[in-house]
């Protein structure tokens, strides 16, 4: 074998083995509040999620119910607007239960519309607790792939 092609597969061989490398591509603090331990099932709540700059606004997270007592299940669902939704390569969710501690949980994407993200998270903690769960949107770009941030445009161009 010659040794062009050994080092053409071996530099081939080490891209394989990287793992994925993401830019967040909505703004850092787009969150919403559920309440978790209340004694009856509350209304959805939503945040829109906006741009890294937070001047655009790039979709909108939504939780059904916005709490409940513990065991609820609440539905998530994330919505990209459709000129950003072929940017989104990957959606996660950061909860922040307070002195439950953090915990980060990956959305499925739809398989007939792309925009859309969903998870089902259920509330839990002792019979009497009552409290307020932080929910942390981020919706990610795989960097170095066809549908980078540049591709954009205009919504007149997209039309």
């Known amino acids: 074998m010659s040794p062009l092609l050994l080092a053409a597969l071996t530099l081939l061989a ?40 937070g001047e655009v606004v790039v979709g909108l997270v939504s ?49 007939a519309d792309e925009g859309v993200w969903k998870l089902t998270l259920v509330s839990v903690g002792e019979e009497d607790e009552v409290r307020e769960d932080t929910l942390t949107v981020n919706c990610w770009d795989l960097e170095e792939d066809e549908d980078s941030e540049a591709d954009t445009g205009t919504a007149e161009d997209q039309e």
């Open 14 to 53: 080490c891209k394989k083995d990287e793992e994925p490398v993401y830019t967040q591509f909505n703004g850092t603090d787009d969150s919403l509040t559920i309440q978790v331990g209340s004694a009856d099932l509350l209304p959805e709540v939503s945040a829109e999620l906006s741009s890294s700059t």
């Open 63 to 111: 939780v059904d119910p916005g709490g409940g007592p513990i065991g609820t299940e609440h539905g998530m669902v994330v919505v990209i607007d459709d000129l950003y939704e072929h940017i989104v390569d990957r959606v996660s969710v950061r909860l922040d239960s307070g002195d439950r501690g953090e915990d980060e949980f990956e959305l499925q994407q739809d398989s």
